[in-house]
């Protein structure tokens, strides 16, 4: 299984990124792709913060970006995106995406973070 960030950059607060995880070797319908994020040299624990089930579409979202980002996939491009509005400045950071198979455990624990596969991260920032 590999799993490939794109999209990261720099952006003003308010504004918006879109975030891709292309994945392979791995058959969504049976898997579960969060996305996480680190804040390097913040001494902030790693985050996570939204998460799809590829069983049944059900997306799950931390309270601190409720509203503000969407999770979702495209079986077709074998990817899945998180959409991020409203940007704010405690936004930046290393954002990963990760994938395991969708056991009612993993979803029931999904912000714990125990993934089996990872991808190498995207650095966000958010900053006039």
């Known amino acids: 299984v590999q799993l490939v960030e794109s999209g990261g950059g720099l952006v003003q607060p308010g504004g918006s990124l879109r975030l891709s995880c292309t994945y392979s070797?791995?058959?969504?319908?049976?898997?579960?792709v969060g996305w996480f994020r680190h804040f390097p040299g913040t001494g902030k624990n790693r985050e996570g913060i939204?998460?799809?089930?590829?069983?049944?579409?059900?997306?799950y979202y931390e309270d601190v970006v409720k509203g503000r980002f969407t999770i979702t996939s495209d079986n077709a491009k074998n990817t899945v995106y998180l959409q991020m509005d409203n940007l704010m400045p405690e936004d930046t950071a290393v954002y990963y995406c990760?994938?395991?198979?969708?056991?009612?455990?993993?979803?029931?624990?999904?912000?714990?973070?125990?993934?089996?596969?990872w991808g190498r991260g995207a650095q966000v920032t958010v900053s006039s």
């Open positions: 939204a998460c799809i089930s590829g069983t049944d579409g059900s997306t």
């Open positions: 990760a994938a395991d198979r969708a056991s009612l455990e993993l979803l029931a624990l999904w912000k714990l973070g125990a993934y089996d596969f």
């Open positions: 070797g791995l058959a969504f319908g049976e898997y579960a």
